[in-house]
């Protein structure tokens, strides 16, 4: 135990539980924790071991083997090993990051990995009477349209994940005596990332080493709201503190998300500026096409991008695996808005975003990231 954690100050302070603790949330959750002395204890969980985990040096002194289990969260035998701490006392807080995050793969492997984590770990923090329950869930859950979606707003899951993690959400509200808050969030980005944000940076640099125009589909306007990873720890911090102030009668739902209100727009001026390369839409016809043959297209632009970007890698000098892809997940390439109104938190808390919006300057420092740990072309 280090020293800052022994003094008498320290055991005031909340033991936390991080399911998914290495995954891209929850190592920035687990490094804010850190960063700020928040926590008397920190016990992070994963299937995959810190090694396999593409750690940038930052996330060293925070995700350590003394603070890391290995664990299906999902089985009930893991328990005592995720949940018993040595002086017998429970977690204060659990912050639920797990779950499958890749797009398009079957609904068994969400229900298994993401419903069923979530209401297993669900579940066992009813038992054992946890303060605080912190549900990690997504944007997508919302039937898509331009204007942004309030918490009250109509649900329509627009992808297999959003469809499980909306069960999930509606189930775990119904377990008995589970203390519950659930985090709807927009494409998190920041360093490091591999998701929404690091597809798109990959296809442009491809893009640029073939000397292409890099076109979208669908209109200019199709909105795909961001947050910043850092952001989102902040604020699921601020969340849990919160709800041990605030008096409830149902289960707290907030959006995260930044006020840029970022549009395929936003995102083809950014990488025209960062890359100096030409962007564009198509126009009706492809759009058309795309629409019906949507399976055909991904394809098609897949089978553009991957053998140049292995070509780009192989040239750098680039011989370990990374997690970076220009690889297009075909329900992130859906004609759906992901467009949030993140006021509520805002207003219920007064949370401040500290990155208010997407811009050049976060897409350099996502670039500056992946070149400082060798991932980059």
Same mark, same amino acid.
């Given at each position: 135990?280090?020293?800052?954690?022994?003094?008498?100050?320290?055991?005031?302070?909340?033991?936390?539980?991080?399911?998914?603790?290495?995954?891209?949330?929850?190592?920035?959750?687990?490094?804010?924790?850190?960063?700020?002395?928040?926590?008397? %204890?920190?016990?992070?969980?994963?299937?995959?071991?810190?090694?396999?985990?593409?750690?940038?040096? %930052?996330?060293?002194?925070?995700?350590? #083997?003394? #603070?890391? $289990?290995?664990?299906?969260?999902? #089985? %009930?035998?893991?328990?005592?090993?995720?949940?018993?701490?040595?002086?017998?006392?429970?977690?204060?807080?659990?912050?639920?990051?797990?779950?499958?995050?890749?797009?398009?793969?079957?609904?068994?492997?969400?229900?298994?990995?993401?419903?069923?984590?979530?209401?297993?770990?669900?579940?066992?923090?009813?038992?054992?009477? +946890?303060?605080?329950?912190?549900?990690?869930?997504?944007?997508?859950?919302? =039937?898509?349209?331009?204007?942004?979606? =309030?918490?009250?707003? !109509?649900?329509?899951?627009?992808?297999?994940?959003?469809?499980?993690?909306?069960?999930?959400?509606?189930?775990?509200?119904?377990?008995?005596?589970?203390?519950?808050?659930?985090?709807?969030?927009?494409?998190?980005?920041?360093?490091?990332?591999?998701?929404?944000?690091?597809?798109?940076?990959?296809?442009?640099?491809?893009?640029?080493?073939?000397? !292409?125009?890099? =076109?979208?589909? @669908? !209109?200019?306007?199709?909105?795909?709201?961001?947050?910043?990873?850092?952001?989102?720890?902040?604020?699921?911090? +601020?969340? $849990?503190?919160?709800?041990? !102030?605030?008096?409830?009668?149902?289960?707290?739902?907030?959006?995260?998300?930044?006020?840029?209100?970022?549009?395929? =727009?936003?995102?083809?001026?950014?990488?025209?500026?960062?890359?100096?390369?030409?962007?564009?839409?198509?126009?009706?016809? +492809?759009?058309?096409?795309? #629409?019906?043959?949507?399976?055909? $297209?991904?394809?098609?632009?897949?089978?553009?991008?991957?053998?140049? @970007?292995?070509?780009?890698?192989?040239?750098?000098?680039?011989?370990?695996?990374?997690?970076?892809?220009?690889?297009?997940?075909?329900?992130?390439?859906?004609?759906?808005?992901?467009?949030?109104?993140?006021?509520?938190?805002?207003?219920?808390?007064?949370?401040?975003?500290?990155?208010?919006?997407?811009?050049?300057?976060?897409?350099?420092?996502?670039? %500056?990231?992946?070149?400082?740990?060798?991932?980059?072309?």
């Amino acid at each position: 135990m280090a020293a800052d954690e022994a003094t008498p100050a320290a055991s005031d302070r909340p033991a936390v539980l991080i399911i998914g603790g290495l995954g891209y949330t929850g190592r920035f959750l687990a490094k804010y924790i850190h960063d700020n002395n928040l926590a008397s %204890e920190i016990r992070l969980i994963d299937k995959h071991l810190p090694e396999l985990a593409w750690l940038a040096p %930052e996330f060293k002194d925070v995700c350590t #083997r003394e #603070r890391f $289990v290995q664990a299906d969260a999902a #089985r %009930e035998q893991s328990f005592p090993r995720i949940f018993d701490r040595a002086n017998g006392k429970e977690f204060d807080y659990v912050f639920n990051c797990g779950g499958e995050t890749r797009f398009s793969q079957d609904d068994e492997v969400y229900k298994l990995r993401t419903y069923g984590l979530s209401m297993a770990m669900g579940k066992e923090a009813a038992r054992r009477k +946890i303060k605080v329950f912190v549900e990690n869930s997504t944007g997508m859950v919302y =039937k898509p349209d331009a204007v942004p979606r =309030k918490e009250t707003d !109509k649900t329509k899951p627009w992808s297999k994940l959003a469809k499980w993690k909306l069960q999930a959400e509606e189930d775990l509200a119904e377990i008995e005596g589970l203390n519950l808050l659930i985090f709807r969030t927009a494409h998190v980005y920041g360093p490091y990332t591999s998701k929404f944000l690091g597809t798109a940076l990959c296809m442009a640099r491809v893009y640029q080493s073939l000397g !292409k125009e890099m =076109k979208w589909l @669908w !209109k200019d306007e199709l909105r795909t709201n961001t947050v910043h990873v850092e952001d989102v720890a902040r604020a699921l911090w +601020i969340g $849990v503190e919160w709800y041990g !102030k605030a008096p409830r009668t149902t289960t707290p739902t907030f959006n995260l998300v930044d006020h840029g209100n970022t549009s395929q =727009k936003t995102m083809a001026g950014l990488i025209h500026e960062t890359f100096k390369i030409e962007t564009g839409f198509h126009g009706t016809l +492809i759009n058309t096409f795309a #629409r019906m043959n949507l399976d055909h $297209v991904v394809d098609e632009v897949n089978d553009e991008t991957l053998d140049p @970007w292995a070509d780009l890698q192989t040239k750098a000098g680039i011989s370990n695996s990374t997690p970076l892809t220009p690889f297009m997940e075909k329900e992130l390439l859906r004609d759906m808005d992901l467009s949030l109104d993140g006021s509520l938190f805002e207003q219920e808390t007064g949370f401040q975003y500290q990155h208010e919006m997407l811009s050049k300057e976060e897409l350099d420092k996502v670039i %500056e990231s992946y070149k400082a740990m060798g991932w980059w072309p």
